[in-house]
Nanobody
Framework: QVQLVESGGDLVQPGGSLRLSCTAS????????VGWFRQAPGKERERIAC????????NYAESMKGRATTSRASDKKTIYLEMRDLAPEDTAVYFC??????????????????????WGQGTQVTVSS
């Protein structure tokens, strides 16, 4: 089973941009659908974006539409989440995950957590002036 590590989180000013990475060890991600989630203090974890196993489909939460792009790197081990026009309400810990219960299509990001879920440790994004 692959292990995941998120990176790229930082302190940015409102209106800024960031690129987060989700990197696998112990295997590759080319056969996995991957989801991006975030959790702000005192709030539930929120699904924000996903990319299908084939990379043919991506899906974004309403809060991220038009401001985020997720993609696969050519190394087959890394998934990117590029975010722009960041606002203070985007402040959260960002996670990536693979799970057999995660399915991603252009029209839907379905997630039903299973015992086989893999999560990274998260990366902190803080948007503040």
């Amino acid at each position: 089973q692959v292990q995941l590590v998120e990176s790229g989180g930082d302190l940015v000013q409102p209106g800024g941009s960031l690129r987060l990475s989700c990197t696998a060890s112990g295997g590759t991600l080319d056969y996995y659908a991957v989801g991006w989630f975030r959790q702000a203090p005192g709030k539930e974890r929120e699904r924000i974006a996903c990319i299908s196993a084939s990379a043919g489909s991506t899906n974004y939460a309403e809060s991220m539409k038009g401001r985020a792009t997720t993609s696969r790197a050519s190394d087959k081990k890394t998934i990117y989440l590029e975010m722009r026009d960041l606002a203070p309400e985007d402040t959260a810990v960002y996670f990536c995950s693979t799970d057999p219960g995660l399915m991603c299509t252009a029209g839907n990001f379905h997630y039903s957590k299973t015992q086989f879920a893999t999560w990274g440790q998260g990366t902190q994004v803080t948007v503040s002036s």
